[in-house]
């Protein structure tokens, strides 16, 4: 079963909005991680929080995490058409031993010129 | 080129044939991952390996499926008697993390190989 749940399931914003993205989870975690996919392709790596971190920042991309919520954030910053893809949100259990990512469903982000 | 590379990048298949997927990882990352991913979903684990060895199983992972990582290297990802159910992209990952538990790392994908059974 998906560990982690998106919300918004789609999101459509202009060039230059920001766009903001939410996920829940289930389980303690080591760690929860933000992935990218473009249409029909693999999934690109964006960045990994901490559990014992709260914010974390990488270039436009700002991600909070919140361990008592069980909640996370991903915040883009001024979006550009390029940005348009779908984003994952992936948790790693603290019971799990085999460093498996538990990913949600997703978040689909439209970003128009 | 130093991603992780999969061979084919689409499939078609009749139902009833065998299908077999190639992942080559990066070659210093001593853990692999096969995922399944459907239409609108997020990746599904099948199986993954730490070095040669098969460490974990899905239940989604059924007695047609077999993985395999000889000499720690590449892997194939085989399906027997494929079933309309099977079409999917399947995705590799591959990543370094050295320990368990711990802090973790993030993976590295494939492009993935879409197997659209007929």
């Known amino acids: 079963s998906q560990q982690g749940e998106e919300d918004p399931q789609a999101l459509s914003i202009q060039e230059g909005e920001n766009a903001t993205m939410n996920c829940s989870y289930k389980t303690s975690i080591n760690n929860l991680q933000w992935y990218r996919q473009n249409s029909g392709r693999g999934l690109v790596h964006l960045i990994l929080i901490r559990s014992n971190e709260r914010e974390k920042h990488s270039g436009r991309l700002r991600v909070t995490l919140d361990t008592s919520k069980k909640s996370s954030s991903l915040l883009i910053t001024a979006s550009r058409a390029a940005d348009t893809a779908s984003y994952f949100c992936a948790t790693d259990p603290i019971y799990n031993q085999g460093g498996k990512l538990i990913f949600g469903q997703g978040t689909e982000l439209s970003v128009k010129p | 080129d130093t991603g992780v590379s999969q061979n084919p990048r689409h499939k078609i298949t009749k139902r009833g044939q065998n299908v077999t997927f190639r992942c080559d990882p990066i070659s210093e990352h001593n853990r692999l991952y096969w995922y399944r991913q459907t239409l609108g979903q997020g990746p599904e684990f099948l199986t993954y390996?730490?070095?040669?060895?098969?460490l974990e199983k899905s239940r989604l992972l059924s007695d047609r499926f077999s993985a395999e990582r000889p000499k720690g290297s590449f892997s194939t990802l085989e399906i027997q008697r494929t079933e309309q159910g099977d079409s999917a992209m399947y995705l590799c990952?591959?990543?370094?993390?050295?320990?368990?538990?711990?802090w973790g790392y993030g993976y590295t994908f494939g492009s993935g190989t879409r197997l659209t059974v007929v």
């Open positions: 990952a591959s990543s370094d993390r050295a320990r368990t538990g711990g």
């Open positions: 390996f730490q070095n040669e060895a098969q």
